[in-house]
């Protein structure tokens, strides 16, 4: 390989703009990244973004529930516990118990930051 050929390549390489780095806010449960900010939760403890599924986990742990039982998203920062019945076509639910996860009166600081555009211009 010649000097120029070297020379052209270490050129191109120090063209490269920096990479933004971002900083994904960590996750109090599991402490992870969380890296999807519109499927987090706010940790009820903390007030912290925590992963949806850590948080399902926990309300799982806390929660007994019976074989014929799940505990599914509601919406607006509700859970609930819901009973399926067994042999009826079409299957039908019930929600046992409703849990109230997220305060909705207040959106919570780590939702009102902007969004990184990403988009192409």
């Known amino acids: 390989m010649s000097h120029h050929g070297k020379s052209r390549s270490r050129h191109r390489r120090d063209r490269q703009p920096d990479k933004q780095q971002i900083e994904f806010p960590q996750c109090p449960l599991c402490q ?32 007994a529930v019976q074989q014929n039982e799940k505990i599914c998203y509601l919406g607006k920062g509700s859970f609930g516990i819901v009973q399926f019945r067994e042999h009826s076509a079409p299957p039908r639910f019930f929600i046992r118990k409703r849990i109230q996860y997220e305060e909705t009166e207040q959106v919570p600081e780590w939702r009102q930051k902007p969004a990184i555009n990403l988009s192409v211009r």
């Open 32 to 63: 992870k990244a969380i890296r999807d900010l519109t499927s987090a939760i706010t940790h009820k403890e903390s007030g912290k973004p925590a992963h949806f599924d850590c948080i399902l986990k926990a309300l799982r742990t806390d929660n």
